[in-house]
């Protein structure tokens, strides 16, 4: 049975449960539960993740963790009772996981690993937290670090700004605004600290932030390396000052063995020190780091004979430095130990030992030397920071290893109360000696011993360094052989000091002799007491005592005989009367010298101070003993500050009168000396003393009386430096006085209270009367006032002690109130006020609401003054924001009402007038601050103080003014972003205060300004400020986590909604007045609807509908709304903003209230219109923001752009968006393109001189100009995109404008301009691009792409699978479609995205350009695939029974005819499908269509041979001719006899007998052209070229024998054959020349036939039904032996050059799975679309199963190089591979018969090749490459590359004749060996007309048209009486021999032959070099006598007719 659970209320989930049982609550490891009930092993409850899911889940899958519940029962609250940052941590490590594997994805892989790094610090630290184990202080660092690192992740991961207080997160609603600023401030610091330096945070407290920070240095020797000593060593380490010339620490000393090693056991790795107490002054000293060596051992490490062994001496050996100031940095960075070598120096010179340290650091090598490389100590550095109980706290590790602490010598620059010392420093400085008698000076040892007045040794008082134990004598080193010894060593004696006074030193001397004995004669000794006779101890200063000689047999132990003596010079002066007859005689030659420092917090050195204290001894010397206390250093008045004040006040109670002022002084003097920085920290002993000590119960008088006295003389007194420094120690002063009064009182039971009362009154009118003197003209009086203002704050809390909180109040307040309350007397002194305002109300008299209330008002009066006059408004905001903060906190105890309306009375207008000047200056913290202050201040509002407010403005306009300026100052702050962007927790709080106060004011505004008093100003800046409010960054939950939103709204809730609703009331409240903001408001209130919060947008929408009515009814139609609506639309959904449910509700919402309205069809209307327009905005915005491709940006943009102008007729966005949409074509390159967007904004202007205004990038100008500025820039469009004839007319209209207005330099410009168009037309290479159909189905796509059909210009070198690649990488999500059906309703509604693309055929508008004659090609070309609207798609099928023998019968042609909505080019490269028409063509037709085609492309080129059009180069011709011819001998139209004129076809078709009388008709025509064209051919045929000549002219005759049978009687129709003539005579004539695409035809003798196999024959005139010539189309079986790839991969090696115009333009290899007729290429008639790509089944069998459907599908391909489709060839021996050499003996070698007479070349596919690149010599071998003379084309330059816009080659490209581009030379421009190099050129290839080309050409006669009338005989005849033109090639190429052998050409020429790998560059060159032959104009020159007899021989024949 399931019970509600008592204690188990909160766990964490420690197995993943899948809630596999019913009820089950599916949870994952490391969530929380909380727990409602329970039963057998089972717990019920919910998951905190998903509040709402409640389940049940095992208990033993959860781990229970102690919680408080609050509120039990169904709605109970749960909060686990752990430490609120483990809570905080487990949070952000939850939320912090998702972030950081966004990284990783993001590519930000530092951050990633540094905060993987981050997070596991954090989840170890936690542990440690859980863990229980530390002690607070180590609590306390484990949150810093937590901290630390939880804002340091933050703040890199773009989260929120956690304010905090002590480590933990502070509740906003228990502190003040002002103190929340504060706090982000401080954490925003916390983080930019702890981002460059974590460790340095430490945290500060109270005055302590004054405090000097020490600094200690530890030191580590972890090796001394040495290997030539063999001795025991010690080793002093000391600190140097090398400005000073004196060490400034005492000795670490380190005791080693002659290994090395420490000399006791116990210290291995224990050999360290601190260096303490280093303040930052020292760490800017040149200090060092000095080690000196001293062995123990024998007087001369290298003679073993210089004393015995058993004697050891103290002998120096060698030191070491290191220069801290190169080393501070990197220890100041590395926050660890460092290691540091210090090589060990000897000295070269013992008598200079005590300086060579000081050599060392100047580099005086001459006075030292290293004995070895290897000598050096290794030490470990590290610099620690803080006092020494943090020190001890932080690095416990570090002192547990036996650290020996380093003093400085003297005392640190902050003396602790508690630090007793008493160590005097005695350094051993030198001696003078006598010789007594020796030949070599002495070796002297110096052995001290400290002694007690008995005589007795004192243990232990002898320090040699710190790190060792203490000893009862010291022995020095001993120099050798010096009787002036220099030591310089410093010995610390730690005396007791009750043994200080009375004790002595005693030095004795003697001499270490190196004899056998070896023993220490004692010769002398000296002493010096420790104290003076007076009580002062020995001075710091160098002591010359007195020598006095003895022997060993003295004796010491009577020590008075000598210690009546004088000691030294100072002491001789003192006892002039020394007996001569005492044992001990002074040796008046002999000296030596020691020097002291006293460092002692007992003992003083100073005579003053001793007689102060003393001063009963001296009761006529007080008043001089009193005015000398100022001149004791004040060390030692710290020491000694007990005693002295007790001395003072015993003084004072001896003679007030007398001493009263002088005790007063001194007293003043040490209480200032303790402001000192370095004796700050004596203040609690002051306090102490005070409080346990002080004991004088009628000073206060006295001091009170002074005190008064002080300040009433300040008016008059000129040197005012004593009172100021009296009112500096003013607060001391008073807890004098004070205390002394309570002892007094305790003592006297109260008496005197009113006398104290009125005393105490009495000075507070002396301190009134101070501050109320005018000090503008005296800096003293000023500097006094000043520091009595400082001090004042200070002595509330003594007079609290005496006076009740009012009282203390009034006295205050009357204080404050004396000073001038003006800001006249001056910025300093405003200053101190403020400061002294400050501290008062962060004084605790302010924390007391009784106090607060007397002291509000003179506080709020001054800060009011200060902020109307805008002066030290920093200040001033901390003034305010401690009091909020006071405020804040009294109010959650008590009532604060009182204050705060003193507070809003006093300060709300300031401060906004404040905030406004501050925002519009900028000032962000000013800002902030006086923000957090404003907000402060609305908080603590409540109804009353609102009412109140609003009550007492005297007039509406007062009150309109403070509206307007609450409104702007909420508007900047949220317009300004006063708060950075994650100070979340401070704008959401700002955000509530604001919608309250807004609340509060809307009633004022509504019952004010609606009526009558309606105002425009208030109500605009109330709206503004709403819409500002609801757009917010920090209040859109949406783009935050589910975790923090909730949060938030249980928190605040959805604050926009809260606002909106007010919004909408006030709407409803304006009335009529709603008119006025119609259309002002429409805009920012679709700004509201637009935010994705439901709530708000049903509130928000129907106001448009209000507006909408309003209108109507004002204006009878809405036109101003729907005008603003959609133009912010625009903008604001581009921005980002509105969904697909945005626009349904907007629909939805406002159809429904129009619906009800008197105007609702055009409401409706115009309703559904912004939807429309909003879904084609939302296309646009998602296509743009998104990485799409340039396509569907235009794409889109060009849907919108239409939308704008078709149907909404919004003109200026409309021309927004063709310039939109012109960049993004001007960003694609597409040039002509963006020339056609910009016409459309041209043709809305007019040749007018209208002004314009100013207009997107446009200046303001007349409408002429901007039409004339705008068709130059289209000009020049046109001319980069390569459309001359596009920019032709536009030149003619600006030329006709220039002209009327006799602008005759502009005009003579365009006319140029013009002209070189028309020169580029004829010159420059154009590419004819393909066209591609693309169909969008399905309900992905985007809207303007949905379901629709395209036709779209390709890129240039675009083929259709690269095509369809791109598409397909456009839309990812696409499915290519692999057949042309048109989809079915499933396809087109379901919820993807399929693509449909294939290859179509344009259909040219300009129909009459292309059937004239003379028209040059290149300027057909041009309109043959430009202004184009329709497309054509055919797809071959069978229709009945097909006939296996002759497939022609039953093949039909489905033909699709697309209209789309626009030609192209136009504003894009794609247009939609307007209109698609289907029509059925016949068998019969499409066999008329085959060879009508082909009967035009045979005359066009024809045409072009006798026009000269195309070069005397013929081989275009002679495959043209063969094809035709070849195929028709070999069945070619003989299959269409078969079908079409059998008699059964006839019988079965009665209808078609006119269509196939056209048939026949046709094909007579075609022998008429082919006749003409053997003609043709016969005239400028090449000799070497004759075999192929006749061949053709043998198979023509066959061709026409073969068709006897069906026309008898044909013989006589040919124009080649027979004299009578033809209806169909002048065929040439009616008929323009065909498209350069007649020039692709493919030899029978091709690759594409050699690598086939057997085939039913059939005709290639059936392969040009449409003019497509460009593919290669290779049928194969599945017998094939070769597969489609390798087919492929022969033909890439065949055809190497991809710049060779007759090069393979495309190859599509298909198979059919079985031979049959239908394979013939005639079955690809109009198969324009090949290029459905389709995955081929994998089996052998069905590998070409769709090839013949595929075949059909196959595209038109025009001209087009194959653009690299084909690598280069390797050479072999720069000859061809051999299969390629019979490739083309294949090719050329035409005259051999073909091996099977069936094969046609148009079965294989056509295919085109330049007869000239394989010219050789016709023989059975095959032929050798020719040699190469290179020439360049003067119309069309070389091509740079194949992908390069210029390489594009077309028809009449000079090149295709084999010139440059194909890598091989032509025939006619080929050197075979016996001719002369030409003459040279003087002229350049871009000089030369474009009709030039060489001498023969220009002799060309003027065109003639061709009549049929000539015979066959008649015209051979007629070419044969002319000798062979030799002059076929250009005149310098002379033909060959036949008879020659064909094998290699001659060697001269040899050479020239370039590698096919070399570039075209290195060509260029080779042509450039060159020299040419001169060019003559075209006309008809004199000398073309051969052409001419031709022509007369032609004109007779045609006479004869």
């Not at 350094?427 to 070599?440: C, H, M, P, Q, W």
């Not at 401070?986 to 205060?993: A, D, E, K």
């Not at 923090?1044 to 609703?1061: E, N, T």
């Not at 005139?1661 to 079986?1677: C, F, P, R, T, Y």
């Amino acid at each position: 049975m399931w019970t509600p659970t008592e204690e188990e209320k909160y766990g964490v989930v420690i197995c993943s449960f899948r809630g596999s049982v019913p009820q089950g609550l599916v949870l994952e490891i490391g969530e929380t539960v909380q727990i409602l009930e329970k039963c057998e092993g089972w717990y019920r409850g919910v998951s905190t993740k998903k509040p709402n899911i409640k389940g049940i889940f095992p208990a033993n899958y959860i781990h229970l963790k102690k919680a408080i519940v609050s509120n039990r029962g169904q709605y109970e609250t749960v909060v686990p009772l752990e430490d609120s940052i483990v809570t905080e941590v487990t949070a952000t490590l939850q939320e912090w996981a998702s972030l950081w594997k966004q990284l990783y994805v993001k590519h930000k892989v530092d951050l990633f690993y540094k905060l993987r790094h981050v997070m596991n610090e954090l989840i170890d630290l936690r542990r440690q937290l859980l863990s229980g184990h530390l002690t607070q202080d180590q609590v306390r660092e484990v949150k810093r670090h937590i901290t630390v690192r939880l804002d340091w992740g933050n703040e890199h991961l773009g989260l929120d700004l956690v304010p905090r207080k002590d480590f933990e997160v502070v509740d906003s609603d228990q502190i003040s605004v002002s103190d929340l600023y504060k706090m982000h401030l401080s954490s925003r610091q916390s983080v930019q600290q702890s981002t460059s330096q974590v460790d340095t945070m430490r945290p500060r407290h109270g005055e302590t932030c004054r405090m000097p920070v020490p600094h200690h240095f530890f030191l580590s020797l972890k090796s001394f390396t040495y290997n030539t000593i063999g001795e025991d060593t010690d080793v002093f380490f000391s600190l140097y000052d090398m400005r000073e010339g004196k060490q400034i620490s005492e000795r670490f000393l380190v005791r080693l063995n002659k290994n090395g090693g420490p000399r006791n056991p116990e210290k291995i790795e224990r050999m360290c020190a601190l260096f303490t107490d280093l303040s930052s002054k020292d760490m800017k000293r040149d200090l060092y780091i000095i080690a000196h060596v001293i062995r123990i051992g024998r007087m001369l490490l290298n003679d073993s004979k210089k004393g015995p062994a058993h004697l050891h001496y103290r002998r120096p050996y060698g030191c070491a430095v290191l220069s801290i100031l190169d080393v501070l940095q990197s220890l100041t960075e590395l926050k660890e130990e460092k290691d540091f070598v210090l090589k060990v120096y000897t000295c070269n010179n013992e008598s200079e030992w005590s300086q060579i340290h000081e050599n060392i650091i100047r580099k005086s090598s001459a006075k030292y030397s290293a004995p070895s490389a290897s000598h050096g100590l290794i030490i470990s550095l590290q610099l620690l920071r803080g006092d020494m109980e943090q020190i001890r706290r932080e690095n416990p590790m570090t002192f547990n290893r036996g650290l020996a602490i380093t003093r400085k010598l003297g005392f640190p620059d902050v003396i602790m109360p508690g630090d007793i010392r008493n160590d005097l420093y005695l350094t051993l400085e030198k001696g003078d000696f006598e010789r007594g008698g020796k030949s070599v000076q002495k070796n002297i040892e110096v052995t001290m011993y400290v002694l007690y007045a008995d005589g007795e040794i004192l243990k232990d008082c002898i320090s040699l360094g710190s790190g060792e134990p203490n000893r009862s004598s010291y022995h020095s080193f001993v120099l050798y052989h010096s009787n002036s010894p220099r030591w310089g060593e410093i010995i610390k004696l730690p005396i007791p000091i009750d043994r200080f006074r009375g004790s002595h030193l005693r030095f004795e001397f003697r001499h270490c002799s190196t004899k056998d004995k070896g023993e220490k004669k004692l010769f002398g000794f000296a002493f010096s007491p420790l104290m003076r006779d007076d009580g002062t101890t020995l001075s710091d200063d160098i002591h010359e005592l007195y020598v006095y000689k003895c022997d060993e047999n003295s004796t010491f132990n009577n020590h008075a005989l000598y210690l009546g003596l004088p000691c030294c010079k100072e002491d001789y002066s003192g006892c002039p009367n020394i007996p001569s007859s005492l044992i001990f005689q002074r040796s008046t030659k002999e000296s030596f010298f020691i020097s002291t420092q006293l460092s002692s917090t007992k003992l003083t050195q100073n005579v003053d101070l001793l007689a102060l204290l003393k001063w009963k001894a001296f009761p006529d010397r007080i008043m001089d003993i009193l005015g000398r206390l100022r001149h004791v250093n004040g060390e030692e008045i710290v020491k000694f500050l007990q005693d002295i004040l007790d001395t003072l006040f015993v003084i004072l109670d001896d003679n007030t009168e007398k001493y009263g002022l002088l005790v007063f002084q001194s007293l003043v003097f040490i209480i200032n000396l303790l402001r000192d920085i370095k004796y700050f920290h004596f203040r609690p002993v002051m306090d102490t003393y005070i409080q346990k000590h002080f004991a004088g119960a009628l000073a206060y008088k006295e001091l009170i009386r002074c005190l008064k006295w002080y300040m009433d003389c300040s008016a008059e007194l000129i040197r005012q430096d004593h009172i100021q420094e009296a009112m500096r120690a003013l607060e001391y002063l008073f807890k004098f006085i004070v205390q002394s009064r309570i002892l007094y009182s305790r003592a006297t039971c109260g008496m005197e209270e009113e006398q104290f009362r009125s005393s105490i009154q009495e000075l507070f009118q002396s301190i009134r009367f101070v501050l109320s003197l005018d000090s503008r003209n005296s800096e003293t009086l000023l500097f006094t006032q000043a520091a009595l203002l400082n001090s004042f704050p200070t002595i509330f809390d003594e007079l609290l002690q005496m006076f009740t909180v009012q009282e203390v109040a009034e006295f205050v307040r009357g204080t404050l109130g004396s000073m001038p309350s003006t800001v006249h007397i001056g910025q300093s002194m405003d200053v101190v006020k403020l400061q002294s305002i400050a501290r008062t109300v962060d004084s605790r008299l302010f924390s007391f609401s009784e106090s607060r209330r007397i002291l509000l008002p003179v506080v709020l009066h001054h800060i009011h003054l200060h902020l109307r006059q805008q002066k030290e408004l920093l200040i001033c905001s901390g003034i305010l924001g401690s009091i909020f903060s006071i405020i804040k906190t009294s109010s959650l105890e008590a009532d604060v009402i009182e204050e705060v309306e003193m507070m809003v009375e006093s300060l709300l207008d300031v401060l906004l007038q404040t905030l406004l000047t501050i925002m519009s200056k900028s000032h962000a913290q000013e800002a902030g601050e006086y923000v957090s202050c404003l907000l402060s201040l609305l908080r603590q509002m409540c109804d009353t103080h609102y009412q109140h407010l609003l009550d007492n403005f005297q007039s509406k306009d007062e009150l309109k003014e403070f509206l307007l300026k609450i409104f702007c100052v909420f508007r900047n702050l949220m317009k300004m972003s006063v708060f950075p962007r994650d100070w979340m927790v401070m704008r959401l709080l700002t955000s509530n205060i604001i919608v309250t106060t807004v609340q509060y004011l809307s009633s004022a505004l509504h019952k004010n300004f609606t009526e009558t008093d309606f105002d425009f100003k208030v109500w605009n800046s109330y709206f503004s400020l709403a819409v500002l409010f609801i757009n917010q960054p920090s209040l859109q939950l949406e783009i935050i986590t589910s975790s923090k939103r909730k949060k938030i709204l249980d928190k605040y809730g959805d604050m926009r909604v809260m606002m909106a609703y007010e919004l909408f009331s006030m709407w409803q409240n304006l009335g009529e007045h709603k008119i006025h903001f119609i259309p002002g408001m429409i805009g920012p209130f679709l700004g509201v609807t637009l935010v994705p919060q439901p709530e708000v947008r049903n509130i928000m929408i129907p106001i448009f509908h209000d507006m909408m009515d309003w209108e109507q009814r004002k204006n009878g139609n809405f036109k101003q709304v729907e005008a603003e609506l959609i133009d912010k639309l625009d903008s604001m959904v581009s921005e980002g903003k509105g969904d697909e449910s945005y626009r349904e509700l907007f629909g939805l919402l406002l159809l429904e209230k129009v619906e009800q309205e008197t105007w609702r069809e055009t409401g409706i209307s115009f309703v559904t219109s912004v939807t429309r327009l909003m879904e084609r905005l939302l296309d646009y915005r998602d296509c743009m923001k998104g990485e799409e491709t340039e396509n569907k940006k235009i794409g889109c943009t060009v849907n919108l752009m239409n939308f704008y102008k078709s149907e909404i007729n919004k003109e200026e966005m409309y021309i927004r968006y063709i310039h939109k949409l012109c960049d993004m074509h001007l960003q694609a390159e597409n040039y002509t393109e963006a020339a056609f967007t910009l016409l459309l904004y041209c043709e809305l202007l007019q040749w007018e001189e209208r002004p314009l205004r100013e207009f997107l990038h446009y200046p303001s100008q007349t409408e002429w100009q901007r039409k004339e500025g705008l068709c130059r820039k289209i000009i020049h469009y046109f001319n980069k995109g390569k459309s001359w004839e596009f920019g032709i007319p536009l030149c003619r209209e600006l030329a006709c404008q220039y002209e009327s207005l006799y602008d005759y330099q502009s005009l003579s410009w365009i006319r140029k301009m013009e002209a070189s168009y028309y020169d580029n037309i004829m010159e420059q290479q154009r590419l004819e691009p393909e066209f591609f159909r693309v169909g969008f189905y399905g309900r992905k796509f985007p809207f303007f792409l949905r379901n629709k059909e395209y036709v779209c210009r390709g890129h240039d070198y675009e083929r259709l699978e690269a095509f369809q690649q791109r598409m397909l990488s456009e839309f990812p999500q696409a499915v290519a479609m692999q057949h042309p059906n048109h989809p079915d309703d499933a396809i087109l509604q379901c919820d993807a995205q399929y693509l449909q693309i294939y290859a179509v055929t344009p259909i040219p508008d300009y129909v009459d350009v292309l059937q004239m004659d003379r028209v040059p090609d290149r300027v057909k070309s041009f309109y043959r695939v430009n202004n184009v609207r329709k497309f054509r798609y055919d797809r071959p099928f069978h229709k009945g029974p097909k006939d296996k023998e002759n497939e022609f019968k039953s093949l039909w042609i489905e033909r699709t005819t697309l209209t789309l909505t626009h030609s192209l080019p136009g504003i894009s490269r794609w247009f939609e499908v307007e209109r698609r028409e289907l029509v059925e063509v016949s068998p019969l037709e499409n066999a008329i269509q085959v060879v009508e085609n082909k009967n035009q492309e045979l005359r066009a080129l024809i045409s072009q041979y006798q026009h000269k059009q195309v070069h005397s180069n013929i081989n275009l011709l002679s495959m043209c001719l063969n094809g035709v011819i070849d195929a028709a001998v070999n069945g070619g139209i003989a299959r269409y006899q078969e079908a079409f004129f059998d008699k059964d076809y006839i019988t079965k078709h009665p209808g078609d007998a006119e269509k196939i009388t056209q048939l026949k008709e046709l094909m007579q025509e075609q022998v008429h052209i082919l006749g003409v064209g053997l003609a043709v051919h016969e005239k400028f045929v090449h000799p070497e070229m004759r075999p192929l000549h006749k061949k053709l002219i043998d198979q023509f005759q066959m061709m026409r024998a073969s068709l006897y049978h069906e026309f008898p009687g044909l013989d006589k129709l040919s124009p080649a054959c027979s004299g009578t003539s033809t209806p169909r005579g002048n065929v040439l004539a009616s008929h323009s020349p065909m498209s350069p695409e007649s020039m692709k035809m493919t030899h029978r003798h091709s690759p594409m036939n050699l690598m086939g196999t057997g085939r039913h024959s059939s005709s290639s005139l059936s392969s040009h039904a449409s003019s497509e010539a460009g593919n290669v189309v290779m049928l194969g079986d599945s017998n094939m032996g070769e597969a489609p790839e390798d087919l492929y991969h022969h033909m890439q090696l065949a055809y190497p050059n991809p710049r060779y115009q007759g090069s393979v333009t495309n190859v599509s290899v298909l198979s059919s799975s079985q031979a049959s007729p239908s394979s013939s290429s005639l079955s690809s008639t109009h198969s324009a679309p090949s290029q459905m790509i389709t995955s081929a089944p994998s089996s052998a069998r069905d590998k070409y199963r769709h090839a013949r459907e595929m075949m059909l599908l196959l595209p038109t391909h025009r001209d087009r190089p194959s653009s690299a489709m084909y690598p280069a060839a390797i050479l072999e021996n720069g000859q061809l591979p051999n299969f390629q050499r019979a490739l083309f003996q294949q090719v050329v070698g035409a005259c051999k018969p073909c091996s099977d007479p069936n094969l046609s070349v148009a079965e294989k596919g056509h295919y085109s090749l330049h007869f000239d690149a394989f010219h050789h010599p016709l023989g059975d071998t095959p032929p050798a490459l020719p040699a190469r003379t290179l020439r360049k084309s003067p119309l069309h330059p070389i091509p740079a590359s194949p992908t390069s816009p210029q390489s594009g080659l077309d028809g009449s490209n000079s090149t295709l004749s084999g010139s440059a581009s194909s890598g091989v030379s032509s025939l006619s421009e080929s050197n075979f060996g016996h001719s002369s190099e030409a003459p040279p050129r003087t002229d350049t290839m871009d000089s030369m007309p474009s009709q030039a080309w060489n001498a023969d050409e220009d002799l060309e006669p003027p065109y003639l048209p061709v009549h049929y009338s000539l015979s066959e005989s008649a015209v051979l005849d007629s070419i044969k009486a002319q000798p062979c033109r030799s002059h076929s090639a250009p005149g310098c190429v002379i033909p060959q021999d036949p008879m020659d052998p064909p094998a290699l050409p001659p060697k001269p020429y040899h050479p020239r032959l370039p590698a096919l790998e070399h570039d075209e560059g290195v060509l260029l060159r080779e042509e450039a070099e060159r020299p040419r032959g001169l060019h003559r104009k075209a006309s008809l020159p004199p000398g073309s006598v051969k052409e001419e007899q031709a022509r007369m021989a032609w004109e007779h024949g045609r006479g004869e007719q």
